[in-house]
């Protein structure tokens, strides 16, 4: 894949200023277009969105539906990214994919531009094509370039700021300007996020379904097998299947049961794990990690620590952050659980300057030191950002030393 790889190094960072106007000019230029039989569901969303659509991608393939999900970042590997009915693409196919595209007119592409529409070329095959919006809405280039025929909101909260707004109602309003004729909004931390999507979904002409409880059958499940807060990203995912069937029938749907809660239950019973790494995964006997990397998502997490019981003890942190997730207020809320944080260097021009981070933990009463290895007889968490677990996998993959 080494094509790709140096053509993406190229460009620098992943999101490059807002125009809504290149993306739809270049992939024109490109020739590029999904197929009028394809279905295309947009995730969009703050947090939940990759575990959303993989959940979604999962249960059509207990279908039988050939599916494609399209999601980021990655942790390891740039083909994470593309997954096909259950596995992701391989380095080769993917790099393939590039070279059928035309190299001049991606030079005018952002990062994530170019992999939108790589999109096009790895997906053109499947039936259902699920896409991840990369942090906006109503300008990512996965709205710009393709028409939904539905759109799933996951939890909206405040995050990236310097691209959405400072606020949780501007944040909202650029996501939610990105509906699809028919929508579905997932369950919210606020009020006033219900009350803008019902605005523009009235004044768009959309149908919009609002998302109220998490079914028992996904709540015992979720208990059985995955942290607390997938149980809204799960509930989601089902209502958008849900969706998807009543505009275009499914193969197999019915064989599930004509009654919604037994159909329900045969699925989860047939569902294969969740394949996505850093989500609450339990990595070795004593370290667990999650990409938990703002405010939402740490609130998210210490529920979910509660209910497993790690707030029985005291654990070490492995952590970094980006200067703009707001690490003060999320270390605030992991510090019930916190004997000591082990900041993880990370080469990335968000992070946050050690200094500052320090003078944070001082603040807050947090003892710490640099990341010193792993010792048997400690518990870890390792969160922070995508980048903090990649990091930390990248090292496990090669062998931690332990800690002397």
């Known amino acids: 894949m080494r094509d790709l790889e140096v053509f993406l190094e190229s460009k620098g960072a992943e999101y490059a200023s807002f125009d809504p106007t290149r993306a739809p000019k270049l992939l024109a230029k490109l020739g590029l277009k999904f197929s009028k039989n394809q279905s295309i569901i947009q995730i969009i969303g703050t947090n939940g969105k990759g575990s959303t659509g993989r959940f979604l991608a999962l249960m059509l393939k207990t279908l039988g539906v050939k599916v494609g999900h ?19 693409i391989s380095d080769s196919a993917l790099n393939a994919a590039f070279l059928e595209l035309n190299s001049k007119v991606l030079k005018e592409a952002s990062y994530f531009e170019v ?4 999109t096009f070329r790895v997906f053109k095959d499947c039936e259902v094509v699920i896409l991840e919006a990369g942090l906006g809405g109503e300008y990512d280039s996965t709205t710009t ?53 019902k605005g523009i979904a009235k004044t768009k002409g959309a149908y919009l379904e609002i998302l109220r409880e998490i079914p028992q059958e996904i709540q015992n499940y979720i208990a059985q097998n995955y942290a607390s807060y997938q149980g809204k990203n799960l509930s989601l995912a089902w209502a958008g299947l849900l969706m998807l069937n009543k505009i275009r029938t499914l193969p197999n749907f019915a064989l599930l049961g004509v009654d919604l ?117 400690r518990q870890y968490l390792v969160c922070g950002s995508f980048s903090v677990v990649g990091k930390f996998l990248e090292l496990y993959k090669n062998g931690i030393e332990n800690e002397k």
């Open 70 to 88: 399209f999601t980021s970042p990655h942790l390891l590997h740039l083909r994470e990214r593309f997954w096909i009915n259950g596995a992701n």
């Open 261 to 377: 809660d037994s159909a329900l239950s045969t699925l989860l019973s047939n569902l294969p794990k969740l394949d996505l790494q850093g989500r609450m995964q339990k990595l070795a006997h004593n370290i667990y990690l999650d990409v938990a990397h703002n405010v939402d998502g740490a609130k998210a997490l210490m529920e979910s620590l509660k209910i497993i019981n790690f707030i029985k003890d005291k654990y070490i942190l492995i952590y970094n952050s980006y200067f703009d997730k707001n690490p003060k207020a999320i270390l605030t809320i992991l510090k019930p659980i916190v004997a000591q944080v082990q900041i993880l260097p990370l080469q990335n021009k968000r992070v946050i300057a050690k200094s500052i981070l320090e003078n944070i933990l001082q603040e807050l009463d947090i003892a710490y030191c640099d990341f010193s290895g792993i010792r048997e007889d």
């Open 145 to 197: 370039c393709i028409k939904a025929d539905i759109t799933l909101f996951t939890s909206i909260g405040i995050d990236h700021q310097e691209y959405l707004g400072n606020t949780l109602e501007r944040i909202a309003t650029t996501k939610i300007n990105a509906i699809a004729k028919h929508a579905i909004l997932g369950l919210q931390s606020d009020d006033c996020v219900e009350y803008i999507a």
């Open 115 to 118: 992999l939108t529409f790589l």
